[in-house]
């Protein structure tokens, strides 16, 4: 804990503001307040994007951020050699045209994802590396029945997805049909083929970092939908592609770049380490009350992910069907581990650091190295069920269990890097899993509505609130363009 927030959380209990103890001493201070027209919780791509409108519209805003950094989700972690490497949201692709928007005005360049060599399939044991400019595309070459059985299932997913809307999935003519059973079961009756079956399960835990039997068919098919913009449908391939995909772009410096600029326009607005306790209303304003600091705001925007907004106490109660959907949007589990080494070696093998595995902590792998590559750096998903499983393992035994799939994939040289970086995501308080929160059946077509409904003057923000690229940092940015509007509209 930082000196900073020991003393707020001090003041804060001074104060009476919240219920917290002090853990130490400190000097107890009075705790900071302000009288502002929106208070903003969360200083993610979509908290600082509200208030960048907000601000431009001339109203008066509070960011309130229980990190002692900005960006939630989206995290630049330094390394031993003087780079960078992110452990959240990195890429993105086309019409994914806000983020993109957001970083061109605040001078965050991009670069292609390297993606030069073939690809690599591991499945049953073996090694087989692929090129992706054939008539698949990055789809692992299995066998030809397999390949036939997953182009269909491909199709009948994409056909679905247009007959969502995205701004209310639980509309769709077969939205009950589609929601009351899971992507598990409707895979098990469509992806008959083995390996169609095999190719499907790590496109869902590649995209959702989540196991198709956790899944809502429903959800799916609205990602789906969502994958796009409003002249161009989503498609499962731009989901899982990198070139034409949403992989295709990374930031240069990193994509925390974005928020750290974006939060250096709002100056002293951004408040970090104020993790917000409670929101109450009093009389015909709102009283919220972070760690070290009570913001008074005509309207509030709460612009974390849903199960965290569920951990905030309101008063009076949110309406049962708002506490409800939150009670039901978990999120998903997933890690990040970074290995670093000397040189990417694996180009010089004509590799392009994309795997697709059937076994492993690891089953899905990018070449993260820096647009110069003056160093190598290979990335890979842990995601859902192997996620879960190392959540109480030791940096040590998480460290061991990636290189041990690394080596086998890559050969014996990535046994030794130079430095591994290991985000998990499950443990981290403000949280608690990724990279988005997840429906199971029923809870679209029965919570769906209360997703972004305001109560009273609290509107409600996010990726997860969002029409297109939901899960995102595009729909993180275009959920803050949203809110705002919203807010503008109502003060
Ligand atoms: C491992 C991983 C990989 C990903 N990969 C990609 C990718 O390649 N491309 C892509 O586009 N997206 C990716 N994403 C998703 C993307 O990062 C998110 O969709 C996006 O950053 C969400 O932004 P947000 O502002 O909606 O939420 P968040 O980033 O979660 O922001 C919410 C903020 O609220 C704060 N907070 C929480 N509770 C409180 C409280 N009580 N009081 C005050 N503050 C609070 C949090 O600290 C956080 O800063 C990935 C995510 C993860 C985890």
Known sequence: MSRRSLLGRTAAVAAGATALTATAAGT????????????IVGGGLAGLTAARDLVAAGRTVAVLEARD????????????????????????????DRIKALADSLGVATFATYNTGKNLLYKDGKKTPYATDGLLGS????????????????????DMAKQ????????????????????????????????????????????????????????????????????????????????NGAQELRFVGGSQLVPIRLAATLG????????VRTIARSGAKYVVTADGITVTAKRVVVAVPPPLAARIQYDPLLPAARDQLTQRLPMASVGKAIAIYDTPFWRADGLNGQVVSDTGVISSTFDNSPPDASYGALMGFIEADEARKLDAAS?????????????????????????????????????RGGPVSIAAPGVLTQYGPALRAPVGGIHWAGTETSLYWMGFMDGAVRSGERVAKEVLAAL
């Open 268 to 275: 002293d607005r951004v408040v970090q380490n104020a993790p």
């Open 69 to 96: 950094r900005v960006g939630g989700r989206v995290v630049n972690l330094p390394l031993a050699n003087g780079g960078v490497t992110e452990g959240g949201g990195e890429f993105i692709g086309p019409t994914q």
């Open 164 to 243: 969502v809307p995205v701004d209310a999935p639980w509309t769709a003519a077969k939205a009950a049909e589609w929601d009351k059973q899971t992507f598990e079961s409707w895979l098990n009756a469509n992806a008959v083929v083995p390996s169609a079956k095999f190719l499907l399960d790590v496109a869902c835990t590649s995209i959702f970092s989540a196991e198709p039997r956790e899944l809502s068919l429903l959800f799916v098919l609205f990602y789906i939908a969502a994958a796009g913009n409003a002249s161009t449908p989503g498609t499962l391939e731009r989901l899982t592609e990198t070139a």
């Open 395 to 431: 940096e040590a035994e998480v460290r061991a269990a990636v290189l041990k799939d690394y080596v086998t994939y890559f050969g014996e040289k990535a046994a030794s890097p130079s430095s591994f970086v290991l985000q998990r995501w499950n443990n981290e308080a403000y949280t």
């Open 139 to 158: 789809v692992p070459p299995v066998d030809v029945a397999g390949l036939a059985n997953a182009a269909i299932v491909q199709a009948s997913l994409d």
């Open 28 to 39: 107890a201070a009075a705790a900071t307040t302000r009288d502002v027209d929106v208070a």
